[in-house]
């Protein structure tokens, strides 16, 4: 579909024209992988080791995460041009000092933290730029200077916490509290040993609304003037015993509705006049105050009349009644971490309008019989006791209760009765008990149940129709290590399920058919170390007809013992809107091609724990949407399999943990969306064979490999430990060495093979070139057809010089009367000696050879005749006449094939065979000079061939 291919290219690129710089590979920072393609970018630097902020992060980010660093200071520069960073995060550096007009580029900045880090002061111009800054945390410094204009650019600020520095005098405070939206302002701990507002100026007032002042040092709490009119919270967190409070008049702490104290800051008759002035409390947070608990504070509470909610945990309760019961008004409790072994009876039973109480962790059995009579309730939080059973009686009353939370008791059976009236009940958390059967519990009532969360219990079976009258439930999460039996039809009548958490045995019975809605099913395997038999695998005679499933996965925990356990395709098969697959320890090796033939949606595939180094390429054919893919410890070598896969959509690729030392960079262009890349914890080879993915990694301005620039080499030895990208791969491009590879490689194969060819093709390559010089020079001097000098140019060897001269030229010359060229007298001197043999031999109408065996093995004689040789071939005419002056055997011609051919297929003449009449000998010379050119012609002058 080369439509689709172009569009998503052209998606590609339009990303990058609104995100210039979106993802790239990082020296220290990651960025983190989001499903959305046009999500914002999240950079994260956390916990490097860095010293300076790099100057890699994308301008683009959103939020910067640099806490946990070692950053000694911010400079001019850092976040220039990061106009859409929202969230910068400084916490737990070594900040000592920030330049001015570090941040004047964060125009849309909304919260800055710089809490545990080490300024002192805060310049006029610290803050210039951040207009939009809503929160600024400078938290745990040692800030004992303010510059009064320091906050004027902050004009957004709502909250600032400025607690645990050195701050000595209120009147430092003022002009934060001129900002117009500042809201929640910390101080505390710092070194003031009051606050007063007759310090600051008279006539300001300030919009705050919380207000924390709390600190070791602080003697005196004072409010003299109208200077918070809108203020509703007040922190003490961390207070001395001597705190006074002087608020003369109740109107000015009119406002106040929430008010928290985390230990006695002031005396008991302190507190008591505290609370009693603030007429419009509704919200009490009293953690580790027991001392004023044991003091009666309780009743003193219990008259506040418009207090709604009660926080009192981390009190110690346990040695005196908790008694509340005038606290009818409460309508929110929290007696989390009381040691309350039992609540009393009566000690809640009057909070008729109780809609949550909280009453985790702590030492009860049982389920207080007082919460019998708080019909009201509607959240009810009993996690972390040590209740055993749960009666009939225990929620007979509260019908109202949303929301039961039994998380983490001794809880072991159930009765079908105890829920029975809790018809509005959505949320029941019974994990992390000892439950080992639940009898008709979920078969009646509970109607409205949309979460249930049976894990971490003794669950051994599951039986038909278990949860049937569950009818709204949306999320069960039935996971136990126990399972070993789960009947056909356990889930039926779970009609509206989305969500399935579930254990399996390898062998069970159960029938998914009715799930129609589930969406996200994950199912927990366990092999058993006493497993003999091979698995089960998955039940044939299961029907998944799991139509709307989204994610699904699988997780098999225990050794397969190398046995198959897949996924079977035709459950898969069913799945035809699933998106994300998971399996964890289920296949052994990579899954069949065929596997996700039927889900074409699948956006996200990760398979854990499998040996994937013969994967199939076809395997992705099918998911050509995928965004996601995560392979990571699967014994992969290569990337190979990629090149081949169609995705044009994947954007994460994780392969964490594998045996991949070369990467071939090209594998990238097959993936075409691909902007996260993590290929931690993988053996590289630091040398040449990975230098094209080095370069990919630090120049491609789309894939993001993550922590790239911390991958260390495996390989060569000499290069382990050191990083991949330190790799200095200048050494493997065009310089001298890389030169000097190249050309003694061409050098040594060219000296290969010319000996090759010398060894084998000697002869073809001789007579290659002189077919070339022929023909060359028949181009050159177009002498074909054109008049000869010469009758015959007569080849012979210098040891035969005598017989030429003295035999031959008298008869063929003085007797004959033929026109003879002989190299020693006629060749021109000066002229090459190829093209003097060329010249001779196209100059003349024949060419004599006078063979011998000196003949034969001179080099240049056998050039001679090869050049006639391929006038004879080449150009159809019979121009060689050979003159045989010694015989010579058959056996002693054959290293001469070449000689030997023309000899079988030709006649010639042969000297001493003529023995006692060379007249003959030279009359049938004669005629072979008088004979034309047409080879035919002249076949029945010679004396035929000799016994060769
Ligand atoms: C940032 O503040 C400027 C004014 O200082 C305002 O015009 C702009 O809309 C604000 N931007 C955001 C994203 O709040
Ligand atoms: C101010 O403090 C209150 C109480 O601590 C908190 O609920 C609220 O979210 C804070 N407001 C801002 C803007 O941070
Ligand atoms: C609680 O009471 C027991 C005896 O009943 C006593 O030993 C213990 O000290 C008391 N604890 C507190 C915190 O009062
Ligand atoms: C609970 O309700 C029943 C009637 O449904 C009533 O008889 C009983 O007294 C109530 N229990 C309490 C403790 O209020
Ligand atoms: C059970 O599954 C649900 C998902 O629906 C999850 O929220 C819950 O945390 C799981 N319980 C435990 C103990 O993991």
């Avoid at 065929?594 to 398979?607: A, C, G, I």
Wanted: proline residues 4%; neutral net charge.
């Amino acid at each position: 579909m080369p439509t689709m291919g172009g569009l998503i290219v052209f998606l590609v690129s339009l990303l990058q024209l609104i995100n210039p710089s979106l993802a790239y590979s990082l020296k220290n920072c990651s960025i983190d992988y989001s499903d959305d393609p046009l999500a914002d970018v999240f950079v994260s630097c956390f916990s490097r080791k860095l010293v300076t902020v790099p100057d890699d992060i994308p301008r683009a980010a959103v939020s910067v995460l640099l806490s946990n660093n070692h950053l000694e200071k911010i400079s001019r520069g850092d976040f220039n041009r990061m106009s859409k960073l929202r969230v910068l995060h400084l916490t737990d550096n070594h900040i000592a000092h920030v330049d001015d007009g570090s941040f004047i580029d964060l125009v849309v900045l909304r919260k800055l933290y710089m809490d545990q880090n080490k300024l002192t002061n805060l310049s006029a111009s610290i803050f210039q730029g951040l207009s939009n800054l809503t929160i600024l945390s400078l938290t745990s410094n040692k800030i004992e200077f303010m510059h009064p204009s320091a906050f004027r650019f902050l004009s957004s600020l709502q909250t600032l916490l400025l607690d645990s520095n050195s701050l000595r005098q209120i009147i430092d405070i003022h002009p934060v509290l001129l900002l117009p939206h500042l809201h929640n302002l910390t101080i505390g701990d710092n070194l003031f040993s009051s606050f007063q507002t007759k310090d600051l100026p008279l006539n300001m007032s300030s919009g705050l609304k919380m207000l924390d002042v709390s600190s070791k040092h602080l003697q005196k709490f004072s409010i003299t003037t109208p200077i918070f009119p809108q203020i509703q919270v007040i922190n003490f967190f961390r207070c001395a015993n001597n705190l006074k409070w002087d608020i003369p008049d109740k109107t000015l702490v009119r406002s106040i509705t929430q008010l928290y104290f985390n230990s006695p800051g002031m005396s008991f008759v302190e507190i008591q006049k505290v609370l009693q002035s603030l007429d419009s409390l509704m919200h009490l947070k009293l953690n580790y105050v027991s001392r004023w608990i044991r003091k009666g504070l309780l009743a003193m509470i219990c008259k506040i009349p418009k207090l709604r909610k009660l926080d009192l945990s981390y009190n110690h309760l346990h040695n005196f009644t908790v008694n509340l019961i005038a606290c009818s008004q409460l309508s929110e409790l929290d007696l989390t971490n009381t040691y309350l072994t039992e609540l009393p009876k009566g000690s809640v039973e009057s909070m008729k309008r109780l809609t949550s109480l909280i009453v985790g962790t702590n030492w009860l059995t049982k389920v207080p019989d007082d919460i019998r009579s708080l019909y009201s309730l509607e959240i009810l939080d009993l996690r972390g006791n040590l209740i055993s059973d749960l009666s009939c009686e225990d929620f007979l009353n509260t019908t109202r209760l949303m929301n039961l939370c039994l998380i983490d008791n001794r809880i072991a059976k159930l009765q079908g009765c105890v829920f029975e009236h809790l018809s509005d009940l959505k949320v029941l958390d019974l994990s992390h008990n000892l439950l080992w059967t639940f009898g008709g519990t979920f078969k009646t009532g509970l109607q409205k149940l949309e979460f249930l969360d049976l894990s971490k219990n003794f669950l051994t079976n599951l039986q038909r129709g278990d949860f049937q009258d569950l009818r709204s439930l949306k999320r069960l999460n039935v996971t136990s290590d126990y399972i070993s039996r789960v009947k056909h039809n356990t889930f039926d009548g779970l009609n509206n399920l989305e969500t399935l958490l579930l254990s399996l045995p390898l062998y069970y019975e159960s029938n998914f058919k009715g799930l129609r809605h589930l969406e996200n099913l994950t199912i927990y395997f366990k092999i058993r170390d006493t497993f003999q038999n091979p698995p089960p695998a998955w039940n044939n005679e299961t029907l998944f007809h799991l139509t709307s499933m989204k994610v699904f996965k699988v997780v098999c925990s225990g050794d397969h013992y190398g046995l198959p356990f897949d996924v079977p395709t035709d459950m898969l098969e069913t799945m035809r809107h699933l998106e994300d697959f998971t399996a964890i320890n289920v296949y052994i090796s990579a899954p069949d091609p065929e596997t996700f033939w039927y889900n074409p949606r699948l956006k996200s595939l990760k398979l854990g724990m499998t040996d994937l180094s013969n994967l199939d390429p076809g395997m992705f054919d099918p998911i050509t949407k995928l965004q996601a893919l995560d392979f990571s410890e699967s014994n992969l070598k290569s990337l190979d399999f990629l090149a081949q896969a169609n995705l044009p959509a994947l954007r994460s690729l994780k392969l964490r943990g594998n045996k991949i030392m070369v990467i071939n960079e090209m594998v990238f262009q097959s993936l075409p969306a691909l902007t996260y890349l993590d290929l931690n914890d993988n053996p590289f080879t630091c040398d040449c064979s990975n230098a094209g993915f080095i370069q990919w990694v630090k120049s491609n301005n789309q894939t993001q490999v993550v922590n790239a620039y911390q991958y260390r080499c495996s390989f060569p030895v000499a290069e382990q430990g050191n990083m991949l990208l330190d790799f200095d791969i200048q050494t493997c491009r065009t310089d001298i060495n890389f030169l000097c590879f190249i050309s003694s490689t061409c050098l040594v194969l060219l000296t290969l093979l010319m000996s090759f060819i010398y060894h084998f093709l000697r002869w073809q390559l001789v007579y290659t070139v002189h077919i070339f010089l022929a023909f060359l020079y028949d181009n050159r001097k177009g002498k074909k057809g054109a008049a000869h000098h010469y009758d015959a140019f007569v080849s012979y060897n210098i040891h035969n010089e005598d017989w030429v001269f003295q035999e031959m030229l008298p008869v063929l010359e003085g007797e004959q009367g033929w026109r003879l060229c002989l190299h020693h007298r006629d060749f021109q001197p000066g002229k090459p000696i190829i093209e003097n043999i060329t010249d001779a031999i196209y100059g003349s109408r024949k060419t004599i050879c006078v063979i011998s065996r000196r003949y034969l093995q001179s080099e240049w004689c056998s050039r001679e005749i090869q050049m006639a040789s391929f006038r004879l071939f080449d150009e159809k005419k019979d121009v060689l006449i050979l003159l045989f002056l010694e015989d010579i055997p058959a056996w002693q011609l054959s290293p001469y094939y070449r000689m030997r051919k023309l000899v079988k297929r030709r006649t010639y003449l042969s000297w001493p065979q003529a023995g006692q009449h060379p007249g003959v000998f030279w009359h049938n010379v004669r005629r072979a000079l008088e004979t034309g050119d047409t080879p035919a012609e002249n076949t029945d002058l010679l004396t035929g061939p000799a016994e060769l």
